[in-house]
């Protein structure tokens, strides 16, 4: 890992992306659906309730949709020029049912960038939600109600620049969400630990989560911090990292875990996240090159149409629509 083939970006980021908690109003990252957006919604619906067609090819240009269009353009800006969180609150849970609420959320996705697969196995829509399994090598955090800590989507792997977050149904303990800034943890790493900022440019090894062909090899070999010189852009799950040096059977380089904990603990200052709790019928959408996320642990009640749900979509428009991309 000689440094001098790292492209490190040395100057501090200027940019509203690069924010602390106190930098922001709520008018910042949450967005109340306008009246107008929510018309064309109900008219859409009623549309599609005589007229049924498959999720997978709704595409927003088969419908006259101009108030949606331009209320996504504005949430588009937000995740990738102004905070890189935007959550839309919210659509009425007691007005559609559950698979029209998918079908707004993949419609108001898709004016974003385009679906595609997040899963080994296709799949486009993903429901996370508990099944009683714990995190393992091969189970990742979304099937569980354990704790999630800082982490991105699929940083193992070839990740979306834009994901999303429809909410269903919450938990009547726990499921707290937090989101920071991986450029504002960038920026104290430069000011305060440049050996770390240094390493954190050099690869990791991660674990797949078994999210891969059965012959292909179970570890990836990716920085959290790269650079085109312009901008930017960061992954991160440092439980992965520690795992994949496992399977590696390798020695992990203590500059490398110790840069990997400053970071995790920037980010889990008080001061540099934001906390709150979701609402069913909200949709959350994140920049996943430039903040990262957590959750608590959550305790559900009832029966299984009141656990916790949320549905995840993954946003991209280059390389190929399957998971490998």
Not at 33 to 42: F, K, N, R, Y
Not at 266 to 292: K, R, T, W
Request: charged share 25%.
């Amino acid at each position: 890992m000689d440094s001098n083939n790292v492209n490190v970006y040395r100057d501090k980021i200027i940019s509203s992306l690069a924010w602390k908690r106190d930098d922001l109003t709520m008018s910042d990252w949450k967005i109340k659906l306008p009246d107008q957006v929510l018309g064309e919604l109900e008219r859409l619906i009623s549309f599609l309730r005589v007229n049924p067609t498959p999720l997978e090819v709704l595409d927003p240009k088969d419908f006259e949709l101009g108030e949606c269009s331009r209320f996504m353009r504005e949430v588009q800006t937000i995740i990738s020029f102004g905070t890189g969180l935007a959550i839309v609150s919210k659509l009425p849970t007691k007005k559609f049912n559950e698979d029209e609420l998918k079908q707004i959320y993949w419609i108001l996705s898709s004016m974003i960038a385009r679906p595609v697969a997040q899963s080994y196995d296709g799949r486009l829509l993903y429901d996370v939600i508990d099944t009683g399994q714990k995190i393992g090598t091969r189970t990742r955090g979304d099937l569980t109600n354990q704790e999630l800590s800082w982490h991105t989507d699929y940083g193992f792997n070839f990740p979306p620049p834009f994901i999303g977050l429809l909410v269903l149904n919450t938990a009547p303990k726990g499921g707290i969400s937090r989101v920071a800034s991986m450029l504002n943890a960038h920026n104290i790493l430069r000011e305060k630990y440049p050996r770390y900022l240094e390493r954190l440019y050099k690869p990791y090894w991660w674990n797949r989560q078994g999210e891969h062909h059965k012959k292909d090899a179970p570890t990836h070999f990716y920085p959290i911090f790269s650079s085109d010189g312009k901008s930017v852009h960061a992954r991160f799950i440092k439980w992965l990292l520690y795992k994949g040096y496992e399977l590696m059977e390798e020695k992990f380089d203590q500059l490398g875990q110790d840069a990997i904990e400053k970071m995790f603990d920037i980010m889990s200052d008080p001061v540099n996240h934001l906390m709150f709790d979701l609402e069913p019928g909200e949709i959350q959408f994140m920049n996943n090159f430039v903040v990262a996320h957590s959750r608590s642990d959550y305790e559900d009640t009832g029966g299984k149409n009141k656990k916790r749900h949320l549905v995840r979509i993954f946003l991209r428009n280059n390389g190929r629509r399957s998971f490998m991309g």
